[in-house]
């Protein structure tokens, strides 16, 4: 589809109710999990998503945030992000007494649907959407803009990256990803996704990632979805100290970003995407082997 100038005029507004990793991210963390996760777990996430194809992740990645503008999804609005109140680049850290609103985060939202994944009294429509914010809510914990209060997680902030202006929360969630892999097809962000997972995935089973990804499944508690989430918020919020803000906020008001800030930011983008679908896959196979064991415990 060709956008007409006027359809242009609107998306170029819609960065403003954050997107979360744009599609092409959360596809591509689907992407990645889907290589890693048990043949088990395939069976039993593609049962519950309805889905036997090998997309039956990556095509429900967005659904969270294709709901959360519309009447019924809006309770959800709060969940995709928690907005640590830290002081960047002095001070990062996340509080969840502190940070976590009374409508819930992300952290608290992640527990509520591990929960309900695993609560066979619950109707089957039910946990299929627990399954569906669980895939994209994972993928937002490892956005640092998704962690971070300064300017709405720099919703408020603009700036301009390779001469464009956009809001700094959309360059991590959406320019800095699509600019590593050059650039991604609006229509068909699947196959750049597809592609983009099968190389992070051969890196964390024998490249760069391999020596890393050792230690990113550590801290993982299924027995404490809340602390296991709020570790991975906690770590990526340090990366607005470090790497999204390194200098303030007040340092990029309006300013070009610049090549030294994407050569800094594209790796840590990476490295989360990375980290996020190989993290899903664990998760998914801690929720699907204690299904099947309940089922194999009533038989
Ligand atoms: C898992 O499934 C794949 C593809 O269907 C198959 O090639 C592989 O042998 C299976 N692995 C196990 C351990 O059953
Ligand atoms: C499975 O998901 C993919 C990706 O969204 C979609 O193209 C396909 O039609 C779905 N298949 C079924 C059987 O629902
Ligand atoms: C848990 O999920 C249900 C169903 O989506 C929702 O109504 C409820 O508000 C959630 N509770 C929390 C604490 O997130
Ligand atoms: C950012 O730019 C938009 C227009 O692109 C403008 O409406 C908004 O007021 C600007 N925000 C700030 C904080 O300057
Ligand atoms: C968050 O990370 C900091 C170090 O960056 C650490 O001191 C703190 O204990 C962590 N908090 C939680 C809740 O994990």
Redesign the pocket.
Known sequence: MKLSPLAVGVVALLPRFATAWGGFGHITVAYVASNFVANSTTAFFQGVLRNDTEDYLAGVATWADSVRYTQWGRFSGPFHFIDAEDNPPHK?????ERDCSKQGCIVSAFANYTVRILDGRLPEPEREIAAKFLIHFLGDIHQPLHTEHVARGGNGINVTFGGVKYNLHHVWDVEIPEKIVGGVGKEHPYTEARQWADSLTEEIRSGKFKASSQSWRKGIKFSNPELTS??WA??T??YVCTTVLPLGPEAIVNQELGTSYYEKAAPVVEAQIAKAGYRLAAWLDLIASKINNQMAGDL
Do not use: A, R, T
């Not at 990062?92 to 969840?96: N, S």
């Open positions: 990062c850290g996340v509080k969840l709020l570790g906690n770590e919020n340090s």
